[in-house]
C-alpha cells in the first residue's frame, strides 16, 4: 500500500519571514523529505529525515530550516526561518518506508504530496 501524503502551510512572506509546512502520512513510513521545485527546474530535496532524526539538509537552508516529525500525529514538519526570495518554490513532502540511496534522491520516495507554494518577496 502506498502511503497518502497531504502537504499544506504554504503561501506568501516577506524576505526574512518565517513559514511553517506540514506533512500528514498514513502508514508511518520511517524515511521522509522535502524537496522544492521552480519552473523549469528538476525538483532538489531540501531536508530530510529518518524515524525522528534528520539526516541532511541542503547547503543553502542549513541553519534556516529545520525539519521535524512528531509521530503521534504522523505529521512532517518544515520550519523555515529567514525565507529568502531564492527559497521561492513549489515545495513537496515525499516518503517511503525503505531508503537504499541518496535521501535527496527523488527516485527513492514512492509517495508524494500535492505541493504547496512558497513565495517570498524581497
Known amino acids: 500500500e502506498v502511503p497518502l501524503v497531504e502537504a499544506s502551510g504554504g503561501g506568501s512572506v516577506q524576505a526574512g519571514g518565517s513559514l511553517r509546512l506540514s506533512c500528514v502520512a498514513s502508514g508511518y513510513p520511517l524515511y521522509m523529505a522535502w524537496f522544492r521545485q521552480t519552473p523549469g527546474q528538476e525538483r532538489e530535496g531540501v531536508a530530510s529525515?529518518?524515524?525522528?532524526?534528520?539526516?541532511a539538509y541542503r547547503d543553502s537552508v542549513k541553519g534556516r530550516f529545520t525539519i521535524s516529525k512528531d509521530w503521534d500525529k504522523n505529521t512532517l514538519y518544515l520550519q523555515m526561518n529567514s525565507l529568502r526570495p531564492e527559497d521561492t518554490a513549489i515545495y513537496y513532502c515525499?516518503?517511503?518506508?525503505?531508503?537504499?540511496?541518496?535521501?535527496?534522491?527523488?527516485?527513492?520516495?514512492?509517495?508524494w504530496g500535492q505541493g504547496t507554494q512558497v513565495t517570498v518577496a524581497s
Open positions: 529525515i529518518r524515524d525522528q532524526e534528520p539526516t
Open positions: 515525499a516518503s517511503t518506508f525503505t531508503l537504499r540511496g541518496d535521501s535527496f534522491d527523488a527516485n527513492e520516495y514512492n509517495a
